[in-house]
């Protein structure tokens, strides 16, 4: 079992459901220790005091908030912790909403919340189930690590999850990033919609979700500790820096997609390729696809 990360209940009106809170991910990523080059040693980062030029002991250090250069207020984990916060050892439910309304780039990390004792069994069934058939999310406020969160409470199977929410003032307003005004036809969203027909799935099982980047990593360990040369990257091909024509690039998108998925039939059946594509080109299109295709994913 995963170890609890908080203890408290859930407040639904003047219900309560006792609760402890469980990471619902895990991080498989692969960890590094810093060390010397010259001889492997491990490099450690040590807590040292600006003005007494010496190593402190955890239980010397505390919190302290800077109002000037001179003027440090200390404030103890004991004081935050007794904070009047109505949310300080509850998670208090406050709207419910459909989970369409939700701005994904407003959810965090997931965690599942675990009905605390028997006594907590049949009020936590019947919150899961009220929401399983309202087809709504909780919205909810608690308090976690000396500050109060705004947090999202859904089913997931049999069990409640809790999603950290950025409040409305965390999130960046976008409209200094977007591109200058621009035309696109109804042809090239037609293109667009065809290659996102072609690239559906019904869910994220496949093998081709997978974490390709620490497979590589642990190929690479692997390789050094057996002394041998790791695998070497293809190189990319190179860039021509000329325009694709966008009709084109969608086209053959298409059939390669349709390809790599086995289906029968090289064509893609989108539209007739612009006249004007010439096949010495052909290089420069695949290297302009390539460059679309490496644009950072925008995370939920």
């Known amino acids: ?80 912790r007794d904070l009047p916060l109505p949310t300080a050892k509850a998670i208090e439910i406050v709207a419910f909403m459909p989970w369409e309304s939700i701005d ?93 027909d072609t690239m559906a799935r019904d869910d994220l099982d496949s093998p081709e979700f997978r974490d390709t980047y620490t497979e590589a990593v642990a190929e690479l360990i692997e390789a050094k500790r057996e002394h041998r040369e790791p695998a070497v990257a293809p190189e990319p091909a190179a860039e021509s820096g000329q325009l694709v024509d966008l009709m084109a690039a969608l086209t053959e998108s298409v059939s390669k997609a349709k390809q790599s998925r086995g289906e029968t039939g090289g064509h893609a059946d989108v539209h007739e390729m612009p006249k004007k594509r010439a096949a010495k080109k052909q290089p420069a299109k695949k290297a302009a696809a390539k460059k679309t295709a490496r644009k950072p994913r925008k995370s939920a």
């Not at 590094?32 to 080059?37: A, E, I, P, Q």
């Open 104 to 196: 994904p780039l407003r959810i965090g990390d997931g965690y599942y919340l675990a009905p605390d004792g028997q006594v907590a069994g049949k009020p936590y069934k019947l919150l899961r189930q009220a929401l399983e058939r309202s087809s709504r999310v909780a919205v909810a406020r608690y308090a976690w690590s000396g500050r109060e969160r705004l947090g999202l409470l859904r089913v997931r199977e049999e069990a409640i999850v809790l999603h950290a929410m950025r409040w409305p003032d965390e999130i960046r307003d976008p409209s200094s990033l977007l591109p200058p005004p621009v035309e696109v036809s109804e042809e090239e969203i037609e293109g667009a919609l065809a290659l996102m």
């Open 1 to 80: 079992m995963p170890r609890t990360i908080w203890s408290g209940a859930i407040s639904f009106g003047l219900v309560t459901v006792p609760i402890h809170v469980v990471g619902a991910t895990e991080d498989h990523s692969i960890r590094f220790h810093r060390v010397h080059l010259e001889d492997m040693a491990r490099v450690r980062t040590r807590k040292v005091c600006e003005l007494e030029d010496r190593e402190v002991a955890t239980s010397e250090i505390g919190k302290g908030y800077e109002i000037s250069r001179d003027v440090v207020v200390p404030i103890s984990d004991q004081e935050l």
